[in-house]
C-alpha cells in the first residue's frame, strides 16, 4: 500500500504562492502569458493566477501538454507534445509554469519550443524543484521550494494517475 506523508500543508503552500505573485508582478511587466504544463501543473496555476489577480496581474492562460513518466517514478526520459497552444505567442512576454523542475527535460523541451515561436521573453516558475536529480541544465527564474531526491504527490502532481486531488503535497511510500 502506497502512503503519501504531508510535506507541505495547504497553509504553507497558499503562503508560499502569494510570496511568488508578488515576486513574479515585480520582475514581470504586463501584457503576460501564463503558460501552464498539463497535467501536473493544473492546480497549482489555478492559485497562482488568482494570486496574481491579487497581487494587481491580469495574465492571459494557455496550457501545453507534454507526454509524462507513464506509471512509474523514474522518468522515461522521452518527451513529446500532446497538446499545443491555440494562441500566437510570437513577440509576447510567457511565464512558463510547472509542478516540478526534476531531470529538466520537460522544462527544456517547453523553452525550446516556445523559443521556436519566438516568444518576446521567456520566464520560468516551477513549484518544486528537485537539483539534485538534473540531467539538463536548465533554471526556473522562480520556485516554490527546493527539495531532496522525494517522490512527491498531490496539489496536481500524480504517481500513476493517483492523488492530484489531494490539496496538499506529500512524499509518496511504500
Ligand atoms: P523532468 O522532465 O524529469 O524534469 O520531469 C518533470 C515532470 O515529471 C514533472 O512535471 C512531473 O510531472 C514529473 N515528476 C517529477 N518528479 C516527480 C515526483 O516527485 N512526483 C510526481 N511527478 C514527478
Ligand atoms: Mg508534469
Known amino acids: 500500500m502506497t502512503k503519501v506523508t504531508p ?4 497553509a504553507r ?22 503558460v501552464g504544463l498539463l497535467k501536473g501543473s493544473f492546480v497549482f496555476v489555478a492559485d497562482l493566477a488568482r494570486a496574481l489577480d491579487r497581487a494587481g496581474a491580469a495574465p492571459q492562460i494557455e496550457f501545453l501538454r507534454l507526454s509524462s513518466y507513464g506509471l512509474g517514478t523514474e522518468s522515461s526520459g522521452d518527451v513529446h507534445l500532446l497538446g499545443d497552444i491555440p494562441t500566437d505567442v510570437a513577440g509576447r512576454r510567457v511565464l512558463l509554469v510547472d509542478d516540478i523542475v526534476d531531470t529538466g527535460r ?58 492530484r486531488h489531494l490539496p496538499y503535497i506529500g512524499v509518496v511510500t511504500d
Not at 510535506?7 to 495547504?10: A, S
Open 106 to 163: 520537460s522544462i527544456a523541451y517547453a523553452q525550446a519550443l516556445l523559443r521556436q515561436r519566438d516568444v518576446g521573453t521567456l520566464s520560468t516558475c516551477a513549484l518544486i524543484d528537485k537539483p539534485s536529480r538534473r540531467e539538463v541544465a536548465v533554471t526556473a527564474d522562480f520556485v516554490g521550494f527546493t527539495i531532496d531526491d522525494l517522490f512527491i504527490a498531490g496539489y496536481g502532481i500524480d504517481y500513476a494517475e493517483r492523488y
Open 13 to 34: 503552500i497558499a503562503a508560499r504562492v502569494k510570496s511568488l505573485a508578488d515576486e513574479i508582478t515585480a520582475a514581470i511587466s504586463e501584457p503576460f502569458v501564463m
Open 7 to 10: 510535506l507541505f500543508d495547504e
